[in-house]
């Protein structure tokens, strides 16, 4: 139907109808005995106004068939229909399909419940929205605005089996667009494909975009942590995996090279599509509305899909709803994992090679979270013993020593080169290195930064209580303050508070070993509790918690080692090494070491001399 015969029908519609209302004959009027005269003329009243209701209906229908093929081609006649919702079901999600656009339409995750204690719905209807679009005839056309036929033999699945559900708009026989869902047993993946079967001629060979809009809802205590743990995260078809960034700003990027998957992160769940073959580009971006509490981030994906691989049956994905948990993600797909932060380069390894595994085998024997961390903190400090007894026994030494380094600083005051080189020949008769002391307490750091991303990411603390905190993924709360201070917040952590007490014991405890840090330094070490008191105020109670337990239990094995220490014995070898080392050489690092720091003491004089 052209314009011209869609603009003299809409005439035609509206002559009939100004004719019916203004224009049709009266009913004469009759007197009160002829009754069967007045039950008549009503009658061919209304004969006539019901012709003229069906004549609009006829009219707006073909009127509506005729937007409908100009919109949808050969796939108008399924514009209009009824949507089925069906529900399926493993032991790990609950997942609502739709007929309207074959989607998934909703995704609850059973095992786990938002802040609120209200079941976790990670996608809905208002909150998550794709759109495909193919073109047919050179025409850009929303498949996802169609009504499907669907078909299924069961909804719920547990253990090996699996089950599968098919959406078809069959433009005859042979020709059809599927999209077939099929989810197994266990997991939170859902096999994904979208199938041209016969469609050459009616769809073209330009290739389609998936748009996939998600708001991602807030399920958390805290939504400013939230908002800083959410992005985009993405594999690149060849390259190294990365995001978009956590800031609160609008983020875009676009990967031309394509995608393997993609992922709408949130801190402790993700909704992601993995492509089995490839997305050929992608363009990702985020934003946040600051007014919408409701909402942590909002994220879009426009993904181009080879049209080549919908026809030829190449169109295989595969969804994944579900936790940031490691050990369920590095199971998807290669790079997954990396949703979950484990932290840069050495901590990361620390975290997947040695924090993990004993956090799981615990896990497996032990329910309670709280005693879990305590065994964690002895099992470290354990394999860190080695390097702890050596850093005491430097510092043992380095007191042993004092008495003769006082003197020697008493001797050359003010003259801090030749105090230098005269200490550092002290050490070498000695038999002492230096950094001896240094060295293994900067092995232990990779281990005590691993859990900064360890226990805030850790879904395993999710909602676990122990003590008084309510949930050690988050902050412990014992007070409210009535107002905000800067960089602390409005609570107080006493899970904080108490690490904070015990650190500054342990530095106390630790300096009366340590003869070499002397001055402003020996102040300044005492600042460092202090910051963390407010850096970790708002940090996940089972951080703060490990490093109180990690502070008590060093302090034991401070009182060990005390034991074993003999300050005599010390001396006396140290006494047999200056006479083995009275004629010995320097090493090649004593000599470079005097020179850099003779070095360094004249660029002191210079500089006081110019000023």
Not at 239 to 244: A, E, K, P, Q, S
Not at 281 to 290: G, H, I, P, R, Y
Not at 531 to 539: D, P, V
Request: charged residues 20%; negative net charge; contains cysteine.
């Amino acid at each position: 139907m052209d314009k011209n015969q869609i603009t003299g029908l809409v005439l035609m519609l509206a002559l009939m109808t100004i004719y019916f209302q203004f224009f049709a004959p009266e009913v004469p009027e009759q007197p009160v005995e002829q009754e069967t005269i007045e039950t008549t003329a009503p009658a061919e009243s209304t004969q006539q106004t019901s012709l003229a209701s069906d004549v609009v209906v006829a009219a707006d229908d073909s009127l509506t068939s005729a937007i409908h093929k100009e919109r949808y081609g050969v796939f108008a006649p399924f514009a209009i229909g009824e949507a089925e919702e069906i529900n399926i079901e493993n032991e790990s999600v609950k997942i609502t399909l739709s007929s309207l656009g074959g989607i998934v339409k909703r995704v609850e995750l059973k095992d786990y419940l938002t802040y609120s204690k209200e079941p976790l719905v990670l996608i809905d209807r208002n909150s998550s929205k794709s759109d495909l679009m193919l073109i047919s005839n050179y025409k850009p056309i929303n498949v996802s605005e169609l009504y499907y036929r669907a078909d299924y033999r069961k909804l719920e699945v547990t253990g090996t089996d699996s089950l599968q559900v098919s959406f078809q708009i069959a433009v005859d026989g042979g020709r059809y667009l599927e999209h077939k869902y099929t989810l197994g047993g266990t997991g939170f993946q859902l096999r994904y494909e979208i199938n041209l079967v016969g469609m050459d001629g009616i769809i073209d060979n330009q290739d389609a975009q998936l748009t996939w809009v998600d708001n991602m809802k807030n399920v958390e205590h805290t939504l400013k942590e939230s908002r800083a743990k959410t992005t985009i995260n993405y594999q690149p078809i060849g390259g190294d995996f990365d995001d978009l960034g956590v800031g609160e700003g609008a983020e875009s990027e676009t990967i031309e090279q394509g995608l393997k998957w993609f992922a709408f992160k949130q801190r402790f769940f993700a909704s992601a599509l993995i492509a089995e073959n490839k997305i050929s580009k992608a363009t990702l971006s985020t934003f946040v509305d600051t007014s919408d509490s409701s909402t942590v981030k909002s994220g879009t994906a426009v993904l181009t899909l080879p049209i080549g691989d919908l026809k030829t049956g190449m169109g295989k994905f595969e969804y994944y709803f579900g936790p940031n948990d490691y050990t369920v993600q590095k199971k998807v797909v290669d790079g997954f994992e990396q949703n979950v932060d484990l932290g840069w380069f050495i901590f990361r390894a620390v975290n997947k090679f040695l924090i993990i595994p004993i956090f799981n085998l615990l896990e497996n024997v032990i329910s309670n979270y709280g005693v879990i961390i305590i065994i964690l903190v002895f099992v470290i400090r354990l394999i860190l013993a080695p390097l702890t007894y050596k850093s005491h026994m430097s510092m043992a030494k380095m007191k042993v020593l004092k008495p003769e380094m006082d003197a020697i600083k008493e001797k050359h005051d003010g003259d801090m080169q030749k105090s230098q080189q005269e200490t550092m020949e002290l050490y070498r008769k000695a038999g002492i290195n230096p950094l001896s002391g240094c060295i293994p307490v900067l092995l232990q750091f990779p281990f005590l930064l691993a859990m900064f991303n360890f226990f805030p990411n850790s879904i395993e603390l999710r909602q676990q209580a122990f003590l008084w905190a309510e949930d050690l993924s988050t902050y412990d709360n014992v007070l409210n303050l009535p107002f905000t201070i800067p960089f602390y917040g409005d609570h107080v952590s006493m899970f904080c508070l108490l690490m904070t007490a015990s650190t500054l014991l342990y530095t106390w405890s630790n300096s009366q070993m340590n003869s070499q840090m002397q001055g402003p330094m020996k102040s300044m070490q005492y600042m460092m509790p202090f910051m963390f008191l407010f850096f970790l105020n708002s940090f996940s109670a089972g951080l703060t918690f490990y490093y109180f337990v990690s502070n008590i239990v060093s302090f034991g094995q401070m009182a060990v080692f005390r034991k074993f220490v003999d300050e005599d014995k010390i001396l006396k070898v140290m006494e047999e090494n200056r006479k083995k080392n009275a004629n010995k050489k320097k090493s090649k690092f004593q000599l470079k070491l005097e020179e850099a720091m003779k070095a360094g003491e004249e660029q002191r004089k210079k500089g006081k001399k110019k000023k």
